[in-house]
């Protein structure tokens, strides 16, 4: 690969790093693409300024594709700028100045948006739904409703590819595409989209998604599906409210297998589609569970879901939120067993009462009959 030239508008001796970056920009950025800027400003402080994607991705141990994808970001950020050739190879970059570079890159974004004002209106510009303009994608982040489930819809190919031309959707994309080893279908495409748009995911909250569902060794886009659509459902929109329900439904998962005895195997589908439907659709706590699947042993000397969601489904019914509702549920059983109990023997009694107490006759009347003939 060729080599890359690298600039730069700052003049410095030694590798300076601006507080502004610590402050304002190292605290956002991944971890990766960090190490890879102050990289690039160390070797400004060195004799020779010449490097190239492939020695960086060898000096971190990274693939090219990911010091692309730093290159990227800090481009998007307003902190460099990357000169190509015909081929689309990167032959320079120029570290801009901090202090001026978030102004210039807002500045550039207002530009955008003012130039597309007068084809969207402001109301049209809060909806990603119909995109017409860069205002569509940037509006649509500054400012989302709650999530909610709407339709689906089939988005055109131009709609895809102004889609992508967002820098944050396209690096989302890549994403994406690397963690499931190959390129996204239009089916998959749309199903991403359908979470931008309808869900009203963010990118770093869909990029949370995918991470998660690949740690628990889904790699199907239909099962991200449905888990975005619990987390729409459940009102999730950050990635902090995803990573505490994440560390609920896995202690649920574990709670769940201990207290029914399961060792030696994972949990299959059905068995997790259980455990959610007991964690987010009825609410209850891992208390409430944990007793079901005791009470479940009990019973039946064995793990069984289906018996463990037949007991949280009558709690469900009965508004048990819980251990007293429990205890009041229990109490009002024993009593209703108690008085079906009382009823079967007074009807037990009643067949023994004055007129029924003595030896019912037996006789077979035909049988008399007969002998009486013969005699």
């Known amino acids: 690969m060729a080599t890359i030239n690298l600039y730069s508008n700052i003049v410095s001796p030694d590798t300076v790093v601006p507080n502004i970056f610590i402050?304002?920009?190292?605290?956002?950025?991944?971890?990766?693409?960090?190490?890879?800027?102050?990289?690039?400003?160390?070797?400004?402080?060195?004799?020779?300024?010449?490097?190239?994607?492939?020695?960086?991705?060898?000096?971190?141990?990274?693939?090219?594709?990911?010091?692309?994808?730093?290159?990227?970001?800090?481009?998007?950020?307003?902190?460099?700028?990357?000169?190509?050739?015909?081929?689309?190879?990167?032959?320079?970059?120029?570290?801009?100045?901090?202090?001026?570079?978030?102004?210039?890159?807002?500045?550039?974004?207002?530009?955008?948006?003012?130039?597309?004002?007068?084809?969207?209106?402001?109301?049209?510009?809060?909806?990603?739904e119909v995109p017409g303009s860069n205002k569509n994608i940037i509006a649509s982040y500054a400012k989302k409703p709650a999530p909610q489930k709407q339709a689906r819809r089939e988005y055109s190919l131009d709609e895809i590819k102004h889609f992508r031309s967002d820098p944050d959707i396209s690096e989302l994309f890549f994403i994406i595409e690397t963690y499931l080893k190959h390129p996204m279908s239009s089916s998959d495409t749309n199903i991403i989209l359908y979470w931008l748009d309808k869900l009203k995911f963010s990118p770093e909250l869909v990029t949370y998604l995918v991470e998660y569902c690949i740690s628990k060794g889904h790699s199907s886009l239909r099962y991200m599906d449905k888990v975005a659509l619990g987390w729409a459902d459940s009102g999730i929109s950050t990635v902090e409210q995803a990573k505490n329900d994440s560390a609920a439904h896995?202690?649920?998962?574990?709670?769940?297998?201990?207290?029914?005895?399961?060792?030696?195997?994972?949990?299959?589908?059905?068995?997790?589609?259980?455990?959610?439907?007991?964690?987010?659709?009825?609410?209850?706590?891992?208390?409430?569970?944990?007793?079901?699947?005791?009470?479940?042993?009990?019973?039946?000397?064995?793990?069984?879901?289906?018996?463990?969601?037949?007991?949280?489904?009558?709690?469900?019914?009965?508004?048990?939120?819980?251990?007293?509702?429990?205890?009041?549920?229990?109490?009002?059983?024993?009593?209703?067993?108690?008085?079906?109990s009382r009823t079967a023997e007074n009807v037990s009694k009643s067949k023994h009462n004055k007129f029924n107490n003595f030896d019912q006759r037996t006789q077979d009347y035909d049988q008399l009959e007969k002998l009486l003939l013969n005699s």
């Not at 971890?31 to 991705?57: M, N, P, Q, W």
């Not at 202690?251 to 769940?256: C, P």
């Not at 659709?281 to 891992?286: D, G, K, L, Q, V």
């Open 23 to 128: 402050d304002r920009y190292m605290p956002l950025a991944n971890g990766e693409f960090v190490k890879i800027y102050l990289y690039l400003l160390r070797t400004l402080s060195s004799s020779d300024h010449t490097i190239s994607v492939s020695s960086i991705a060898d000096h971190f141990e990274q693939t090219e594709k990911d010091v692309m994808r730093a290159f990227n970001y800090w481009t998007k950020e307003g902190l460099l700028r990357i000169d190509t050739d015909a081929q689309g190879n990167v032959t320079g970059l120029t570290l801009l100045p901090v202090e001026i570079s978030r102004a210039d890159a807002a500045s550039a974004e207002i530009s955008k948006i003012d130039a597309a004002s007068t084809e969207v209106s402001r109301t049209d510009a809060a909806s990603i």
């Open 250 to 340: 896995s202690k649920a998962y574990y709670a769940v297998m201990k207290a029914l005895g399961i060792t030696g195997r994972n949990l299959i589908q059905s068995e997790m589609d259980f455990i959610s439907k007991w964690n987010n659709e009825y609410n209850f706590t891992i208390e409430l569970i944990n007793e079901a699947c005791k009470r479940t042993i009990t019973a039946t000397h064995q793990p069984s879901f289906e018996y463990t969601d037949t007991i949280l489904t009558n709690w469900y019914r009965n508004n048990v939120h819980n251990m007293n509702d429990v205890s009041r549920l229990d109490q009002s059983f024993s009593k209703n067993k108690q008085a079906a």
